[in-house]
């Protein structure tokens, strides 16, 4: 039987040891008293000194010096959540984002010139994607990228005040060199100029001085609600001129005449493919969020577990706020779902490894999948990080609120992975999207036989559900981990089938295919959080009987799923409404049954102490009694003013 | 029929319409890069200039100056709401806590001395409740006032470091007397020295020169999550004495020789008396949350009716994004949500002005309910605050992350409201508690043939939800005013009873009470929070037919309701599962309806238009048509990279 932290820790363990005894040294600690300026400083200072360490250049192509352990640097990435955040978005720029674009769309010409400069941090960069007036729609960003070929030269060009490059991290105060997305315009001779979708390019932005290259316009975002650490900026290209080899040209070339060619031949293809590759950043950022969780958790946990407020009336004792059934509810179940997001979040870096690692054979159908499986697991996890970090603050109440306390900076800094790298909404629609695909392909590959049963299947689904009869064929406990899959599987499917069925209409001649998308957009949100809980639990089985308190954990996570959720299983007849309350009476239970253990539970996930270093943990009281004459309240007797 | 805001502004427009006014003029504009010492000092000139405004002491005894408008001067409160935080807190410190205090639990000797002053704000004080060891179980923190009988005076003392008064507004800079609550000791003649439980005092904490007084130390809180133009701080004591008149007598007095005397001999019920006079300072947090939560509406929702993302495909034309069902979802019932609160607020503010007006006639009932209400009303309406603050950052992505663009600030300060003036946790408790003992009261007064029929009915009840027949009997619209009420009362009644049902097994020989108490703790939250439901739906129908509008918000609030709570009612038998599918249509539904009226409802705040110049409200963009090429998607393709 392995211990929690060697469960948890997994593969990547060694990796994960290393940066505890980095992060150590590194001791960056942020002062709150600290103006924007120093903050920023000292974070571009411990970015060098991560540089210095050699760690990041171990996910990059060893051609170049690099290490090839593409999982190991995100699950090294992941760890930095357990420190500063600030740091991790800003090391997630230089390395994940600039880094990981150069890599994946650039070509030799610009790995030979730029990589190992990128890789030990002598080279700093951004990646100038998102504009103020398309974030989720990045499709159609408005910068333009022209060729002229009479001086092979491209163009960059900012054409109207919403194509303005914003929020980019790096651009205000560090970064030297941007890759810039623009709608690429170019003319092969004798044709007319055309565009041919979004591209990247290495645009010079600062000289080695730090002055603004000619043409540049650099703002600073200025203050934010955290992450204040990281020097997000804006870029306004004014007619800037790049030579012809600073396309990255991985996916679309122009040949020095302008003629322009892609082993892609569809533009939306093309630039979703050349997304896809940078796939790495959506599940880092994924990875950070369930670090900072684990943090919350432990400070929350740890300091409930010796807290007191009231006393119990026969002892006249005071109890422990986490003895108390809604301290436990609160933090528990969440807990169980953290550890359900780090496994999932493991099995997803395992599979980018696989597919990334150098040797390894394209597979576009497990790239597709992987990015499927980010997308969902990235708005999960992060709506889960911003929920509890949120219900960790509050359990601590006022010691909560100072900012010595570190809740306040893990609730801030993570407050924006929920609408970065993709806005969650948008990322479950890519879910379901791709959920709806998978459906079709499905049943289109049924022969005639198999579509006139999948039909009566879905008759008899309707059936089953007036009757409720569904619910009494199938029972089970509901801690039964295999009844617990049943459901969750079921609901996906159910959805998603039901999903196909309305979003056939807008197939129909004439229909108003927004309108038809619109109204069903909460079914398909629904959908894909369905798939998402699915996949996760999945994952956390798949490695739960490493350890007792494994399976517990899981059991309670799934419970607390079927719990949020219990009206579609009650609405859809796979419950029924006694076994519903029954999940209820089971997660109190499990709660109990787990609240012993909480504290072995929250140091599994290693957090080196130095990190949790606050006065919150400082405050372990003795029991104490409150007089007699006072403690004989009844049990409710639990309420006054704070 | 009257206009939006002439109904939201109800019995206090003219109040409001000052404040509006008053509000231009302060202009008080946190600057994102300041100090907390500068901002600290912005903040102290704003509460000066208010008090030189006249306005606070409108709400104090005319007998010293005062106004007597009770009502009228929470009601202003709460317009301080729609400005800046930390000058609501600081404003709300002064004259809500430390004048409240003063006022209610001080007599003729402390008016005569110190009201004036503290009107005018030439003495600035402090409120020195909760300790570091006692915020929620105030009744039992550790500072005490022990009578020196020789000397005529009481030293008050910090014996431990728990008893330390922790989290104190005002205390770290500008505060030059605290109201100070401590174990009061004293011993009449022959008498032994004992304790009469919690009393307040007056006591200075700073010389006129801002030097703390000898014997006091003084610290400072440090940064906060938000706030930061408050200064909390800590105050320990050290034998410091104070003279037998600084005891705040009204319940409770120290004759010169030691003799102790109070109207009240029960000393729990004596010290929630006094608690209860201060009442004014829960209420007043929570119009404080509901402003800000109006603010950060009006902003997403004015933001998300100009912000266009992803192209319609039969038109290539870029949506408003408040037209996607799943972004009307996130704001819509929100908004019918806050409206709720505010008319339940109003109603609230009324109950209170008419009790505490001068010359009202003392009604220990209806004290009684408008503490149970206020308690309910604060947790819910704060917890709302939190939740939909987060989701209109969220509704305006990077945008909403800039400091600039206000709602970082709105979401920081509003996050500690959970917590303070009473845990939000703690606070539904003391709900669930006077709704039982009110439910035990109603009860045993049943003659025996009423107990009889009461018991039967309790049968017939499990016997409707076992068959499901409930549902069956009882149909209606689900848009239905008196249905919706219909199905918030009986999930109140059923929740109560069940719950008096688990606590009387409390009253067992040897019943472990709070193992009892324990168990059904989820239970009783939710009894609690389906009271409060139900009395803020009754409070917005008492008004929702003086404008068409909020008849359609009063059912989308109600929807919202039983849609958020739809498995209990199937659960229980009270809505069959097709008809909490009906439920979830007609939030669609009206979301739809309502979502023309949007603008036009957040006007109706009647924020001050210089309050919410931000950048984030500059960006009104035309209609922008994509090119055709790639505007022909299927309509879910509407997910990229932020």
Redesign the interface.
């Given at each position: 039987m392995k211990d929690l932290q060697t469960a948890l820790d997994g593969r990547w363990a060694a990796v994960r040891d290393d940066v505890r005894a980095q992060l150590g040294q590194l001791r960056l600690s942020p002062d709150?008293?600290a103006?924007?300026e120093q903050y920023r400083a000292e974070v571009a200072e411990a970015v060098a000194a991560l540089a210095a360490s050699g760690r990041p250049r171990q996910g990059f192509d060893p051609a170049y010096g690099g290490g090839g352990d593409v999982g190991g640097v995100v699950a090294a990435f992941q760890m930095l959540g357990h420190g500063d955040l600030s740091l991790l978005v800003k090391a997630g720029v230089q390395w994940g984002l600039f880094g990981g674009a150069l890599q994946a769309l650039g070509t030799e010409r610009h790995h030979e010139r730029h990589l190992r400069d990128m890789m030990d941090g002598t080279l700093l960069g951004c990646f100038a994607?998102?504009e103020?007036?398309?974030?989720?729609?990045?499709?159609?960003l408005r910068t333009t990228a022209t060729y002229d070929a009479d001086a092979h030269e491209f163009v960059i060009d900012t054409p109207e005040p919403?194509a303005r490059k914003?929020?980019i991290g790096g651009a205000a105060r560090d970064a030297r060199m941007a890759v810039v997305f623009a709608q690429l315009v170019t003319a092969g001779p004798d044709e007319v100029a055309r565009?041919h979708?979004v591209h990247a390019f290495l645009v010079p932005i600062r000289s080695d001085d730090g002055a603004a290259q000619p043409g540049v316009t650099i703002t600073d975002?200025?203050?934010?609600?955290?992450l204040n650490g990281v020097d997000n900026g804006r870029l306004v290209f004014d007619r800037v001129r790049v030579p012809r080899e600073a396309l990255l040209n991985r996916y679309g070339d122009v040949a020095p005449d302008g003629t322009y060619s892609s082993p892609i031949d569809n533009?939306?293809r093309r630039f979703?493919t050349m997304?896809g590759t940078?796939v790495r950043g959506?599940i880092s950022v994924a990875g950070g969020a369930g670090s900072a969780t684990q943090k919350a958790l432990t400070l929350a946990i740890r300091y409930g577990a010796t807290r007191r407020?009231?006393?119990?009336?026969?002892t006249g004792e005071?109890?422990v706020v986490l003895?108390?059934?809604?301290?436990q509810?609160k933090l528990l179940p969440a807990l169980a779902t953290t550890y359900a997001l780090h496994f999932a979040q493991e099995q997803l870096v395992t599979q980018m490894h696989e597919l990334q690692r150098t040797g390894a054979t394209p597979d576009e159908a497990a790239q597709r999948e992987l990015e499927t499986r980010a997308?969902g697991i990235k708005a999960v996890g992060t709506w889960h990080a911003?929920r509890t970090i949120?219900t960790c603050?509050?359990a601590c109440?006022?010691a909560?609120?100072?900012?010595?306390n570190l809740?306040?900076a893990l609730?801030?800094d993570t407050?924006?992975f929920?609408?970065?790298?993709?806005?969650?909404?948008?990322?479950l629609?890519?879910v379901?999207?791709t959920l709806?695909s998978d459906y079709g392909r499905r049943v289109g590959r049924l022969d005639l036989l198999g579509k006139v049963r999948f039909g009566a299947g879905l008759v008899a689904w309707t059936v089953l559900?007036r009757t409720g009869a569904r619910a009494v064929l199938q029972r089970g406990d509901v801690r039964d981990r295999a009844y617990q899959r049943w459901l969750l599987a079921e609901r996906e499917e159910h959805l998603i089938a039901g999903a196909a069925q309305r979003?056939r209409r807008?197939l129909a001649p004439g229909a108003?295919?927004?309108a038809?998308?619109?109204?069903a957009?909460?079914h398909?949100?629904v959908a894909a959080r369905a798939h998402v809980d699915r996949i996760v639990f999945d994952a956390f089985a798949a490695v739960a009987d490493q350890h007792p308190l494994l399976g517990e954990l899981l059991a309670l996570h799934g419970l607390s799923v079927l719990e949020a959720d219990?009206?579609w299983f009650?609405?859809?007849?796979y419950l029924t409404?006694a076994r519903?309350?029954a999940v209820?009476s089971a997660v109190?239970a499990l709660c109990g049954e787990l609240r012993p253990h909480a504290r072995s539970l929250v140091d599994g996930f290693g957090i080196p102490e130095p990190w949790l270093d606050c006065p919150l943990l400082d405050?372990e009281?003795e029991p104490?009694v409150?007089?007699a004459?006072?403690a004989g309240?009844?049990?409710?007797?639990?309420?006054?003013?704070?």
């Open positions: 709150p008293d103006s924007i994607m998102t103020t007036g398309h974030g989720s729609d990045v499709q159609h919403g914003d929020y565009t979708g975002c200025g203050v934010k609600a955290g533009e939306t979703f997304l940078l959506r407020q009231f006393a119990d009336p026969a005071e109890v003895d108390y059934l809604a301290h509810r997308a911003t949120q603050r509050e109440g006022g909560g609120y100072l900012a010595e809740l306040p609730k801030a407050d924006v929920t609408t970065f790298e993709g806005d969650n909404t948008v990322l629609q890519l379901a999207k709806l559900e979003m807008a108003d295919q927004f038809v998308f619109n109204a957009q909460d398909l949100l219990r009206a009650v609405e859809h007849g409404a519903t309350k209820t109190n405050g009281q104490s409150v007089p004459a006072s309240q009844a049990p409710t007797d639990l309420a006054a003013v704070g």
